[in-house]
């Protein structure tokens, strides 16, 4: 079962802003929202993670909406080397992660 | 951040030979080792779990006789396909969590392209 639900691709100028949106209706009370991207043959890269509040790092920005059932990835200026597919899982503290298809990014000079 | 070492990142064999995959933590002790398999244009399918010192918990679907993971030490897991056959061709990933299993300290190796002939 899905756990997420993402558009299976988004198109992005360089420099602009990359808004990347995750449905996760299903969220339960424990359960973390998770970014990993993946540029083309290498592993998993975590982006970020949030439970409630939104989150920010050196890499993005989490935006959770208060009801928790979706979110969105923010790549504040997007560069060619951000192009990869973005998995957004929803995982407690306890289980292992499902990667779902996520969303090819590409990003345009 | 922590790096997950994973060799080697491409190999070719015969049908019908074993092939060896090593994933290391390089600076951190990994109590529970990840193993996927990830075919083109798919995503990631997990296809098992090792905790050091015990057997790994394989998924439904993934024959433990044929690929044999030993996760011996904190900082070794191994991944042995084992009679490869051409549909055993694939990408084989890695990853690796520290004492406490918190995904901020999830990492992944590189990725091995397996290819059989």
């Known amino acids: 079962d899905a756990k997420t639900t993402q558009p299976p691709s988004m198109d992005c100028a360089e420099g602009r802003a990359a808004n990347l949106p995750c449905n996760h209706s299903t969220i339960s009370g424990n359960e973390y929202v998770y970014w990993y991207r993946q540029i083309h043959s290498q592993g998993p890269q975590y982006i970020i993670h949030?439970?409630?509040n939104n989150e920010t790092n050196e890499m993005a920005s989490l935006i959770i909406t208060e009801d928790r059932k979706s979110s969105t990835l923010i790549l504040p200026h997007a560069t060619l080397r951000d192009t990869a597919v973005y998995y957004c899982?929803?995982?407690?503290?306890?289980?292992?992660?499902?990667f779902g298809k996520g969303t090819m990014l590409l990003v345009s000079p | 951040g922590a790096v997950v070492s994973q060799h080697p990142s491409r190999v070719i064999c015969k049908s019908g030979t074993s092939v060896k995959i090593e994933c290391r933590s390089l600076d951190f002790q990994a109590t529970t080792m990840f193993w996927y398999r990830q075919f083109p244009k798919q995503s990631l399918m997990l296809m098992a779990t090792?905790?050091?010192?015990?057997?790994?918990?394989?998924e439904q679907g993934v024959e433990k006789d044929k690929f044999l993971i030993n996760h011996a030490s904190l900082t070794l897991s191994t991944l042995t396909v084992t009679s490869a056959h051409p549909e055993d061709s694939s990408f084989y990933i890695c990853s690796a969590s520290g004492q406490h299993l918190n995904y901020e300290k999830l990492f992944f190796g590189s990725g091995t392209q397996l290819s059989v002939l």
């Open positions: 899982i929803v995982a407690s503290g306890y289980s292992t992660l499902t």
């Open positions: 090792s905790n050091e010192g015990s057997k790994a918990t394989y």
């Open positions: 949030g439970l409630k």
